[in-house]
C-alpha cells in the first residue's frame, strides 16, 4: 500500500523566528513602572483615605504630599509613565478607587520630583477632572497640562510655571507663592485665595477672585488684581 | 520582465513563511514608481518601476520579499478583516475629527503593526526596505520609531519626544489596538494635518510607499461582513452614520449602493438603512413553519444502501464517499412531504411597525421597533415569502405608509425605517385590504401598546385566525391589556423587548395551541 502523505507536511518545515525586539523590553519597563507607581498611590490611599473620604483641608494636603514622596521614592520614571498611570487612574480594573484629592497631591509630587524639567500631560481624554494639579510645582519646573482641571489646581505654587491648556474650576492657584499660572480658557471662584505672589493668567472668564494678599491676576489680558476696584486681603 | 522571474522565485518561501494563505500569486504592473505595492482584493501588486528605482541599492529578492511580507501580513495580521480596519479608523476619527487625516492614521498605524509583527515574528527585510526609501514627513518620524522599537540603523534619528511616546504604544496586542490608535493618532496629529494641508496646495502628494489602505483592498463579500460585525460593535448609530458617511463616495464607487442587501448601482447609501440591515443581520429569528399546501412532488427524505439494479440517479455521492459499490453507496429515498401529507412552508408576513412619538426615531437613535421589524422582514424574506409593511402614527389623519407585499428588501426596510412621531392610531380598514393581499399571511406587530383604537385592534386580532406576533417595547400598562384580551386566542404570541438582546428570543408565527397535534410547539 502507498504511504500516505501528510497534508500538513509542509507546515512542520516552517520554521518560526520570534525575537525579542527592544520594543519589548520598552513595554515591559514601562508596565514595570506603572506597578510600582500605583503601588505608591494605594499606600497612600491606605494612609490617608482609609474609608475612602478625604477632607481638603491643609494639613491633609501637606500629609498627603509628604507620604507621597516617600512612596515615589526610589521609582525611576518619566513624563509619560506620569501621563499614563493619569489614564490609569480613569480606568477601573487598574485602579479600585479614584479620590481626586490624593490622586492630585500625588500626581503633583511626581512632577516635583520628575527627571525632566519640562513635563507634558496630554489629558484631554480624561474623564474624570483631577484636583490640586502643580501642587507646590517648584522653580525650574514646567508643567503643561492638556485638557481641562479641577479646584485647588496650582495652590501652594512655588516659583514653577503651570500652563493649562484648558480650563481651570475653583480656587486656583490659592497660596501660591511665586512663580506663573498660565490657563488657556476660564477659571471657577476663589481664584487666587490668599496667594501672596507670583502671577496668575487667564485667557478667559475669571467668576471669581478670592482673598489675596499679594501677586497679580489677569483676565484677558486686562490685570484684575491689584487694581483700583480689587485692594490687597490682610489676613 | 526580472521582476517576474524573482516573484516566481519567492513567493513560495514567502507562503511558507507566513503558513501558506489562500492568496494568489502577485502580480506585476508597471507604472507607480513611488508606490511598492497595492492590494485590490486578495490580489497583490507589485510596482516593476518601484522595483527597477530601488534595485540599485538593494537586492532584488529583498525588494520583493520585504514589500510582500509586508502585505500578506495585512490579511494574516492587521487589519485582517475589514471590521478591524473600519474600527480603527472610527477610533482615529474621533481623535482627529477630518476624513482625511482619520484615514492616514489607519494606515500609517496598520503599517507599523503589520512591519513591526513582520520583524518579531518573521525573518524578514523590511528593515532593509525602509532603510532605503525616502523618509520624509511622518515617514521620518516613523524611521525614527522603528529605529527605536526595533533596534535597528535606519538612517533616521531625532523626534525624541514623538518617538518616547510612539514607542510606548503596545502595537502587538490586538486587544488594545482601539486604545492603541487613538495615542498614535495623538502623537503625529499636527504632521499628518501638515501633510493633509501640503497635498491639498500641491496636487503631486507624496504616497505612502508600501500602498494605501482603502476599500479597494477588500472583497464584497468581505465588505458586507464587516460592515454587519461594525454595526453590532459600534455604540451608537450616529457612530455607524458617521463612518459609512466619510466612506461614502468609495462604497458607491465599488458598487456598494443599497440596491438589494446594499449591492449595485442604484440609489445613493442610507446609513440610516444600512445600519439596521446590517445589524438585523446579526440576528436570526426562527419562524414556526406552517403546512400550507399539498405540492405531490417529492423530495429527498431519507438514506438507504444501494443496490445492484436501483437507479444511479439517485445515488448521494456525498455519503457514498464516490464509490459505486452494494454496502457502501447510498441512495435518497424520495417521499412526499409527511406533516399530514403536505409540505410545510412559510407564509407572507404583515409588519406592522408603530411610529408614533413614543416610539424611539429611528434614525437618531438605534430604535428596537426597527430592528426587531427589520429581524422579521429577514426571517420571511429568507424563506422565500414576500412581506408588507404597514407603518403608522396617526394613521386617520394619513400619518401611515402602506405597503404591499413583495420581497424588495431596500423598499421594505425604507417602509420601515419611516418615522413619523405624533399620535397613535391604526386605522384597520388598511390591515384588513393588506390582509387580504395574501393567502392567510402571518402578522407582525412591534409597538409600545400605546394605540388609541387599542381595543378594536384586540378585538380585530381576536376576529382572525392568522399567526400574529405582537412584540411590545418597554414598560407600560398597555401590554397587560393586551395579553388579558387575546389570552384565550392561541394564535397570538406576547413577546416583551426591554433590550436589543430580547430580540433574538422573538420566534415568529409561534403559537400556543396549533391543531390537537402540535400542542408542544406552543
Same mark, same amino acid.
Given at each position: 500500500?502507498?504511504?500516505?502523505?501528510?497534508?500538513?507536511?509542509?507546515?512542520?518545515?516552517?520554521?518560526?523566528?520570534?525575537?525579542?525586539?527592544?520594543?519589548?523590553?520598552?513595554?515591559?519597563?514601562?508596565?514595570?513602572?506603572?506597578?510600582?507607581?500605583?503601588?505608591?498611590?494605594?499606600?497612600?490611599?491606605?494612609?490617608?483615605?482609609?474609608?475612602?473620604?478625604?477632607l481638603m483641608q491643609y494639613s491633609t494636603v501637606i500629609?498627603?504630599?509628604?507620604?507621597?514622596?516617600?512612596?515615589?521614592?526610589?521609582?525611576?520614571?518619566?513624563?509619560?509613565?506620569?501621563?499614563?498611570?493619569?489614564?490609569?487612574?480613569?480606568?477601573?480594573?487598574?485602579?479600585?478607587?479614584?479620590?481626586?484629592?490624593?490622586?492630585?497631591?500625588?500626581?503633583?509630587?511626581?512632577?516635583?520630583?520628575?527627571?525632566?524639567?519640562?513635563?507634558?500631560?496630554?489629558?484631554?481624554?480624561?474623564?474624570?477632572?483631577?484636583?490640586l494639579?502643580?501642587y507646590r510645582?517648584?522653580?525650574?519646573?514646567?508643567?503643561?497640562?492638556?485638557?481641562?482641571?479641577?479646584d485647588f489646581?496650582g495652590i501652594g505654587l512655588d516659583?514653577?510655571?503651570?500652563?493649562?491648556?484648558?480650563?481651570?474650576?475653583n480656587y486656583t492657584g490659592a497660596g501660591m507663592k511665586r512663580g506663573?499660572i498660565?490657563?488657556?480658557?476660564?477659571?471657577g471662584f476663589n481664584t487666587g485665595h490668599g496667594m501672596t505672589g507670583g502671577e496668575i493668567?487667564?485667557?478667559?472668564?475669571i467668576?471669581g477672585l478670592g482673598k489675596i494678599v499679594g501677586g497679580k491676576i489677569?483676565?484677558?489680558?486686562?490685570?484684575i488684581f491689584p487694581n483700583?476696584g480689587v485692594k490687597p486681603f490682610y489676613f | 520582465?526580472?521582476?517576474?522571474?524573482?516573484?516566481?522565485?519567492?513567493?513560495?518561501?514567502?507562503?511558507?513563511?507566513?503558513?501558506?494563505?489562500?492568496?494568489?500569486?502577485? +502580480?506585476?504592473?508597471?507604472?507607480?514608481?513611488?508606490?511598492?505595492?497595492?492590494?485590490?482584493? +486578495?490580489?497583490?501588486?507589485?510596482? *516593476?518601476?518601484?522595483?527597477?528605482?530601488?534595485?540599485?541599492?538593494?537586492?532584488?529578492?529583498?525588494?520583493?520579499?520585504?514589500?510582500?511580507?509586508?502585505?500578506?501580513?495585512?490579511?494574516?495580521?492587521?487589519?485582517?478583516?475589514?471590521?478591524?480596519?473600519?474600527?480603527?479608523?472610527?477610533?482615529?476619527?474621533?481623535?482627529?475629527?477630518?476624513?482625511?487625516?482619520?484615514?492616514?492614521?489607519?494606515?500609517?498605524?496598520?503599517?507599523?503593526?503589520?512591519?513591526?509583527?513582520?520583524?518579531?515574528?518573521?525573518?524578514?527585510? %523590511?528593515?532593509?526596505?525602509? +532603510?532605503?526609501?525616502?523618509?520624509?514627513?511622518?515617514?521620518?518620524?516613523?524611521?525614527?520609531?522603528?529605529?527605536?522599537?526595533?533596534?535597528?540603523?535606519?538612517?533616521?534619528?531625532?523626534?525624541?519626544?514623538?518617538?518616547?511616546?510612539?514607542?510606548?504604544?503596545?502595537?502587538?496586542?490586538?486587544?488594545?489596538?482601539?486604545?492603541?490608535?487613538?495615542?498614535?493618532?495623538?502623537?503625529?496629529?499636527? %504632521?499628518?494635518?501638515?501633510?493633509?494641508?501640503?497635498?491639498?496646495?500641491?496636487?503631486?502628494?507624496?504616497?505612502?510607499?508600501?500602498?494605501?489602505?482603502?476599500?479597494?483592498?477588500?472583497?464584497?463579500?468581505?465588505?458586507?461582513?464587516?460592515?454587519?460585525?461594525?454595526?453590532?460593535?459600534?455604540?451608537?448609530?450616529?457612530?455607524?452614520?458617521?463612518?459609512?458617511?466619510?466612506?461614502?463616495?468609495?462604497?458607491?464607487?465599488?458598487?456598494?449602493?443599497?440596491?438589494?442587501?446594499?449591492?449595485?448601482?442604484? *440609489?445613493?447609501?442610507?446609513?440610516?438603512?444600512?445600519?439596521?440591515?446590517?445589524?438585523?443581520?446579526?440576528?436570526?429569528?426562527?419562524?414556526?413553519?406552517?403546512?400550507?399546501?399539498?405540492?405531490?412532488?417529492?423530495?429527498?427524505?431519507?438514506?438507504?444502501?444501494?443496490?445492484?439494479?436501483?437507479?444511479?440517479?439517485?445515488?448521494?455521492?456525498?455519503?457514498?464517499?464516490? +464509490?459505486?459499490?452494494?454496502?457502501?453507496?447510498?441512495?435518497?429515498?424520495?417521499?412526499?412531504?409527511?406533516?399530514?401529507?403536505?409540505?410545510?412552508?412559510?407564509?407572507?408576513?404583515?409588519?406592522?411597525?408603530?411610529?408614533?412619538?413614543?416610539?424611539?426615531?429611528?434614525?437618531?437613535?438605534?430604535?428596537?421597533?426597527?430592528?426587531?421589524?427589520?429581524?422579521?422582514?429577514?426571517?420571511?424574506?429568507?424563506?422565500?415569502?414576500?412581506?408588507?409593511?404597514?407603518?403608522?402614527?396617526?394613521?386617520?389623519?394619513? *400619518?401611515? %405608509?402602506?405597503?404591499?407585499?413583495?420581497?424588495?428588501?431596500?423598499?421594505?426596510?425604507?417602509?420601515?425605517?419611516?418615522?413619523?412621531?405624533?399620535?397613535?392610531?391604526?386605522?384597520?380598514?388598511?390591515?384588513?385590504?393588506?390582509?387580504?393581499?395574501?393567502?392567510?399571511?402571518?402578522?407582525?406587530?412591534?409597538?409600545?401598546?400605546?394605540?388609541?383604537?387599542?381595543?378594536?385592534?384586540?378585538?380585530?386580532?381576536?376576529?382572525?385566525? *392568522?399567526?400574529?406576533?405582537?412584540?411590545?417595547?418597554?414598560?407600560?400598562?398597555?401590554?397587560?391589556?393586551?395579553?388579558?384580551?387575546?389570552?384565550?386566542?392561541?394564535?397570538?404570541?406576547?413577546?416583551?423587548?426591554?433590550?436589543?438582546?430580547?430580540?433574538?428570543?422573538?420566534?415568529?408565527?409561534?403559537?400556543?395551541?396549533?391543531?390537537?397535534?402540535?400542542?408542544?410547539?406552543?
Amino acid at each position: 500500500m502507498p504511504k500516505m502523505k501528510n497534508p500538513f507536511e509542509a507546515f512542520h518545515q516552517t520554521s518560526s523566528r520570534k525575537r525579542e525586539i527592544p520594543l519589548d523590553k520598552i513595554l515591559k519597563s514601562k508596565e514595570e513602572t506603572l506597578s510600582k507607581v500605583l503601588k505608591g498611590y494605594e499606600d497612600l490611599l491606605k494612609n490617608e483615605a482609609k474609608d475612602l473620604v478625604w477632607l481638603m483641608q491643609y494639613s491633609t494636603v501637606i500629609k498627603a504630599y509628604s507620604i507621597a514622596e516617600k512612596g515615589i521614592e526610589g521609582i525611576e520614571y518619566t513624563a509619560e509613565d506620569i501621563e499614563e498611570f493619569c489614564y490609569a487612574l480613569d480606568r477601573t480594573d487598574q485602579i479600585p478607587y479614584l479620590i481626586t484629592g490624593p490622586a492630585g497631591v500625588y500626581i503633583s509630587t511626581l512632577c516635583n520630583y520628575a527627571k525632566e524639567e519640562e513635563i507634558a500631560l496630554h489629558l484631554r481624554d480624561l474623564n474624570v477632572k483631577i484636583n490640586l494639579l502643580g501642587y507646590r510645582l517648584p522653580p525650574n519646573k514646567k508643567l503643561i497640562v492638556e485638557g481641562n482641571v479641577g479646584d485647588f489646581t496650582g495652590i501652594g505654587l512655588d516659583g514653577g510655571e503651570l500652563i493649562i491648556e484648558g480650563s481651570g474650576k475653583n480656587y486656583t492657584g490659592a497660596g501660591m507663592k511665586r512663580g506663573k499660572i498660565i490657563v488657556r480658557h476660564n477659571l471657577g471662584f476663589n481664584t487666587g485665595h490668599g496667594m501672596t505672589g507670583g502671577e496668575i493668567i487667564a485667557g478667559g472668564r475669571i467668576k471669581g477672585l478670592g482673598k489675596i494678599v499679594g501677586g497679580k491676576i489677569f483676565e484677558r489680558e486686562h490685570p484684575i488684581f491689584p487694581n483700583e476696584g480689587v485692594k490687597p486681603f490682610y489676613f | 520582465m526580472e521582476i517576474e522571474k524573482i516573484i516566481r522565485k519567492v513567493w513560495p518561501k514567502v507562503r511558507k513563511k507566513h503558513l501558506f494563505p489562500q492568496i494568489p500569486p502577485p +502580480k506585476v504592473i508597471e507604472g507607480g514608481e513611488e508606490v511598492a505595492l497595492e492590494i485590490k482584493s +486578495k490580489q497583490l501588486f507589485i510596482s *516593476n518601476s518601484f522595483y527597477e528605482k530601488l534595485k540599485d541599492t538593494m537586492e532584488g529578492e529583498e525588494i520583493v520579499e520585504a514589500v510582500l511580507d509586508h502585505g500578506i501580513t495585512h490579511y494574516m495580521y492587521c487589519p485582517w478583516d475589514f471590521h478591524t480596519h473600519l474600527t480603527l479608523y472610527n477610533e482615529a476619527k474621533k481623535v482627529v475629527r477630518k476624513k482625511e487625516v482619520a484615514q492616514k492614521a489607519t494606515t500609517y498605524f496598520m503599517d507599523v503593526v503589520t512591519d513591526t509583527y513582520c520583524v518579531k515574528e518573521k525573518d524578514t527585510k %523590511i528593515p532593509n526596505l525602509y +532603510k532605503n526609501l525616502p523618509k520624509t514627513g511622518v515617514h521620518e518620524v516613523l524611521a525614527s520609531l522603528y529605529e527605536k522599537i526595533w533596534g535597528v540603523d535606519l538612517g533616521g534619528g531625532g523626534f525624541d519626544e514623538r518617538v518616547n511616546r510612539l514607542s510606548r504604544i503596545p502595537y502587538l496586542e490586538r486587544k488594545r489596538w482601539e486604545e492603541s490608535i487613538k495615542k498614535f493618532t495623538k502623537v503625529i496629529q499636527d %504632521i499628518l494635518e501638515e501633510e493633509l494641508e501640503n497635498e491639498q496646495e500641491n496636487p503631486q502628494r507624496r504616497p505612502n510607499p508600501l500602498g494605501e489602505h482603502s476599500l479597494d483592498n477588500y472583497s464584497l463579500d468581505e465588505i458586507d461582513r464587516g460592515l454587519r460585525d461594525f454595526a453590532s460593535a459600534v455604540q451608537d448609530l450616529q457612530e455607524f452614520k458617521e463612518t459609512v458617511e466619510d466612506l461614502r463616495e468609495e462604497l458607491e464607487e465599488k458598487g456598494y449602493a443599497t440596491g438589494g442587501m446594499g449591492r449595485g448601482k442604484g *440609489n445613493p447609501i442610507d446609513a440610516n438603512l444600512l445600519y439596521y440591515m446590517k445589524l438585523a443581520e446579526s440576528y436570526t429569528l426562527p419562524i414556526r413553519k406552517l403546512p400550507i399546501e399539498k405540492r405531490g412532488d417529492l423530495h429527498p427524505h431519507s438514506h438507504m444502501p444501494w443496490e445492484m439494479g436501483k437507479p444511479f440517479a439517485d445515488i448521494d455521492v456525498w455519503t457514498s464517499f464516490g +464509490k459505486i459499490m452494494p454496502g457502501i453507496t447510498q441512495i435518497w429515498m424520495k417521499r412526499e412531504g409527511e406533516t399530514y401529507g403536505e409540505l410545510e412552508g412559510t407564509p407572507d408576513c404583515l409588519i406592522i411597525i408603530d411610529s408614533s412619538g413614543s416610539m424611539i426615531n429611528p434614525r437618531e437613535r438605534l430604535s428596537y421597533a426597527v430592528l426587531g421589524a427589520a429581524c422579521a422582514c429577514n426571517a420571511y424574506l429568507k424563506n422565500e415569502s414576500r412581506a408588507a409593511v404597514y407603518n403608522f402614527s396617526d394613521a386617520l389623519r394619513g *400619518n401611515k %405608509i402602506v405597503l404591499d407585499f413583495n420581497q424588495e428588501k431596500e423598499q421594505i426596510y425604507q417602509a420601515i425605517c419611516r418615522y413619523f412621531g405624533g399620535g397613535t392610531a391604526l386605522d384597520l380598514g388598511d390591515i384588513q385590504y393588506l390582509l387580504s393581499c395574501a393567502d392567510n399571511p402571518d402578522i407582525f406587530i412591534i409597538t409600545d401598546m400605546q394605540i388609541t383604537n387599542l381595543e378594536k385592534l384586540i378585538g380585530f386580532f381576536n376576529q382572525i385566525e *392568522n399567526r400574529v406576533t405582537a412584540v411590545h417595547l418597554g414598560h407600560n400598562v398597555h401590554p397587560t391589556r393586551s395579553k388579558e384580551g387575546t389570552e384565550t386566542k392561541k394564535n397570538i404570541s406576547l413577546f416583551n423587548i426591554k433590550d436589543k438582546e430580547d430580540i433574538p428570543k422573538i420566534v415568529l408565527g409561534k403559537i400556543k395551541e396549533y391543531l390537537a397535534s402540535t400542542s408542544e410547539w406552543g
